[in-house]
């Protein structure tokens, strides 16, 4: 009983530093909420990812496509998932494709995946990018190329994405997110 208690303290300690690691990396300064994990709802410990970039995407998205796996291998190079991305730039030999199309209004990205039925490990994954989504109500577009902050918001869609494919889930968030004691989330 003690045992399994000295083993769970760690394990969650390593999850709260993981997901501050993913939050300083998309640029929240301050974290006042925990990102709690999908048990074995990610790649595999040690896996490689080898990903491919439709060619739909332009070269600026492609850039941010890089971004994101590149912030996450650097992530994952100090946690214990040690998950790395690769391109494919053959686009032969993939389990995570980008892709581009259309998607609910006010949802600009969204992950699909393929999970192992024993384990529970992600075998392969797409995320989909909708670079004409718009807020809802309106004709503004979530990712304006020609507003300020377009060269990265793309890349935060995708390591938001991304982090669902490595096992994190959304966090709580209260029915009153004005209200809240301990700062928003």
């Known amino acids: ?3 399994s208690f000295r083993f769970s303290k760690p394990r969650r300690v390593f999850g709260l530093i993981f997901c501050a690691q993913v939050l300083i990396l998309c640029g929240v300064s301050k974290v006042f909420a925990q990102c709690p994990a999908i048990t ?10 080898r990903y ?11 850039r941010q496509v890089r971004a994101a796996a590149d912030a996450w291998n650097q992530a994952n190079s100090s946690n214990n998932s040690k998950v790395s991305f690769l ?14 199309g259309p998607l609910q209004r006010g949802n600009p990205a969204q992950f699909a995946g393929t999970f192992d039925g024993t384990t529970g ?48 889930d959304h966090p709580f968030v209260p029915p009153d997110p004005c209200n809240q004691s301990k700062g928003a989330t």
Do not use: C
């Open 1 to 3: 009983m003690f045992d």
């Open 40 to 49: 074995n709802h990610g790649w595999p410990q040690n896996a490689i990812v």
């Open 52 to 62: 491919t970039i439709d060619n739909t995407y332009n070269d600026e998205q492609k």
């Open 87 to 100: 391109e494919d730039t053959t686009g032969q030999n993939f389990s995570l494709e980008f892709i581009i």
């Open 121 to 168: 490990t992600v075998k392969t994954g797409t995320i989909t990018y909708d670079p004409n989504n718009t807020f809802p109500g309106t004709s503004t577009l979530i990712a304006d190329p020609s507003r300020p902050g377009y060269s990265t918001i793309v890349t935060k869609l995708l390591l938001h994405e991304m982090g669902h494919l490595m096992g994190l």
